[in-house]
């Protein structure tokens, strides 16, 4: 049995908007915080917001540089395609849309 980590990526403070990424989505009590304390997810350019901590310490671009940071978008729930066409509005390429 695999046991979840205590951060969903390899930067702990690294977390992503809610259904922008499956492996943050695992983790809605760090979600909630980061929404009660008004701090912006990685990649979130909200300025009435706090800045998200791994920008301030490393910049998107560095954050990105590294795939285990990147967000992940679900895949289509019939055969787990993942892709940009997912963030794009688009159809899975083998299911069509869902």
């Given amino acids: 049995m695999q046991t979840q980590t205590k951060y969903p990526h390899c930067d702990p403070r ?3 908007l809610p259904k922008d990424c499956e492996f943050c ?6 979600q909630a915080e980061r929404i009660r304390d008004g701090v912006n997810f990685t990649g979130e350019n909200n ?3 706090k800045p998200c901590p791994a920008e301030t ?3 998107l671009k560095s954050i990105n540089s590294w795939h285990g940071n990147v967000a992940q978008p ?3 729930p019939k055969c787990n395609h993942r892709g940009e066409w997912i963030n794009l509005g688009l159809t899975c390429p083998v299911h069509g849309p869902f």
Avoid: E, F, S
């Avoid at 989505?25 to 760090?30: E, G, K, Q, R, S």
């Fill in 14 to 16: 690294v977390l992503h």
């Fill in 57 to 59: 310490a490393r910049g």
């Fill in 74 to 76: 679900k895949g289509c």
């Fill in 25 to 30: 989505d695992m983790y809605p009590a760090l």
């Fill in 47 to 49: 300025p009435k917001k």
